[in-house]
């Protein structure tokens, strides 16, 4: 209730007595949605108040004392310095506060409208508004409503009027039995409400739906009692306390929402590492076609296709597929070097499986402590646990390398990233490559979208370069070519058509190197 009416008709013969003959000696903003105003009297004894524009929560603080940043502040309302106040006001049945000056008329009132509050500033009587929110134009023509015309507390219907709606009106229902009451009762419940607002005995700060309320009426948990007679110091108290509570809730809420997605993404990792492991485990072993092709190495004709063969381990025939143009002694080199590979990578994925399922798990008890412990429901001991497990809500947790679902490399400090299949190059080159990232591919041919990411003011090295292009060589069909031509380019020169069938892709610009295809980078699968 601290933009209600009844609490700003309180507020505003409390802010005359305090302000009438300052003089404004400051207006600026230093933050987004926010107006501070210094006054100053005859006495050099000063007074702040600092209006707090946005929607989420618009409020009049009235801070005891205020620095003036000396970065980022910008002055405001230049014709407003130097005018004195005389009068302070509440428009009638609104939640508009409106200070009157003594010269010309001139008036500032702070529309406190919960999704759309401004400043409307008039430097003369009927002169052209100046706002605070350019967006909200028609606020250039809010008046005061006339108080002849103003509601009465209960209309025929037994409907309450929007002056006592929100707190006032969930008093009533929930503490004064109005809504099965006859209409009678309810105009007198009404009434006795209405007198109890315009002259309150206390103030409340309250715990009401989650939120830190200043009531009039004692709702929901009370957190303090403050006397009825000093509007000023029951603002003074509620607002630091709301905003601490405010930024307590957005806080928790953002480590939640943090703990909730590492978890999730540790668990993600987790099954599809082990969903690859399975894989693998159910894949014909290189190592055993290695053995076959050696064994029976006699009997391959040069230029065959296939190798028919009794497997000498289950004892069953099997046929193995041969490259005509490629000596048997190579194939089953290449199968032994990726034996070497596929047992590297289910080593990684075991490790891989143990540590992202470590990781859920110990997420899912930081979830359960957040919620638990005592000590976290207080903003400064929830910073303090936040450093302590070295969570950081405004910064998403860097990705390593080995959780990506690429073929990682790193080289000089820059990563590059090979895909492993026609999907997964979609994948990489659609939804991971940044504009700005390289882009290779051997050219003519099938073959992994190679990617050399981006580093800001770090100009790609040709030896990281050459390096990348004699992987996209490696792993395409040009790999036993004794030179192979290599596209490259920045990724934002590579689109892929509509209909285009996966890692189909158009290169509207290039170069070409040409490189002998090759892993350079050992024991990397």
Request: charged content about 25%; some cysteine.
């Amino acid at each position: 209730m601290h933009t209600n009416y009844y609490f700003l008709r309180q507020l505003a013969p409390a802010l005359t007595a305090q302000l009438r003959g300052y003089r404004v000696a400051s207006c600026f903003s230093q933050e987004k949605d926010e107006l501070v105003i210094g006054l100053l009297n005859d006495k050099g004894r000063e007074f702040w108040l600092k209006a707090q524009l946005g929607a989420a929560f618009p409020a009049l603080a009235l801070p005891e004392t205020f620095q003036r940043a000396r970065q980022n502040s910008v002055d405001l309302l230049p014709e407003l310095l130097g005018l004195t106040v005389a009068e302070v006001v509440a428009w009638p049945h609104d939640r508009v506060l409106q200070l009157t000056f003594a010269e010309h008329g001139a008036t500032l009132a702070f529309k406190l409208y919960g999704p759309r509050p401004n400043a409307i500033f008039r430097p003369a009587a009927g002169a052209p508004a100046q706002l605070f929110h350019q967006r909200y134009a028609a606020d250039a023509e809010l008046t005061p409503a006339d108080t002849s015309a103003a509601p009465p507390p209960l209309s025929a219907t037994g409907k309450l009027p929007p002056a006592l709606a929100d707190l006032p009106a969930r008093y009533l229902r929930e503490q004064r039995g109005y809504d099965p009451a006859p209409l009678e009762t309810k105009q007198r419940l009404a009434q006795e409400l209405l007198t109890e607002l315009e002259s309150p005995a206390h103030y409340y700060l309250i715990q009401f739906d989650g939120r830190t309320r200043l009531s009039l009426l004692p709702l929901g948990d009370v957190l303090q009692t403050l006397p009825g007679n000093d509007p000023i110091g029951a603002l003074r108290r509620f607002v630091p306390l709301a905003l601490g509570h405010r930024a307590l809730e957005t806080e928790r809420r953002q480590l939640r929402q943090l703990l909730e997605r590492r978890a999730d993404e540790a668990a993600t990792s987790a099954q599809m590492a082990r969903q690859r492991l399975h894989a693998l485990a159910h894949e014909a072993g290189y190592r055993h076609r290695a053995d076959l092709i050696m064994a029976h190495l006699h009997e391959i004709k040069p230029g065959a296709a296939q190798l028919e063969v009794i497997d000498f381990y289950t004892n069953e025939p099997v046929v193995i597929k041969l490259k005509p143009l490629e000596k048997p002694q190579r194939t089953a080199e290449n199968l032994y070097r990726k034996a070497k590979n596929q047992q590297i990578e289910e080593r990684q994925l075991s490790e891989r499986i143990a540590r992202r399922e470590t990781e859920a798990l110990q997420n899912l008890e930081l979830l359960e402590e957040l919620d638990t412990q005592p000590t976290l429901h207080e903003l400064r001991g929830l910073r303090a646990w936040r450093k302590q497990h070295g969570l950081d809500p405004s910064a998403a947790p860097a990705k390593a390398g080995t959780e990506l679902p690429f073929k990682v490399f790193e080289d000089r400090g820059f990563t590059i990233l090979v895909g492993r299949n026609a999907a997964n190059n979609d994948l990489l080159t659609q939804k991971y490559a940044h504009k700005d990232d390289l882009w290779l591919h051997a050219k003519d041919v099938t073959g992994s979208h190679v990617v050399i990411r981006h580093r800001a003011g770090q100009p790609v090295p040709e030896p990281v370069i050459e390096h990348a292009a004699q992987l996209a060589g490696w792993y395409s069909r040009r790999q036993h070519d004794s030179l192979c031509p290599v596209t490259v380019t920045p990724k934002k020169f590579v689109r892929k058509p509509k209909g285009a069938l996966p890692g189909q892709v158009v290169v509207e610009r290039e170069r070409v190197v040409l490189v002998v295809p090759a892993n350079p980078f050992e024991n990397v699968p």
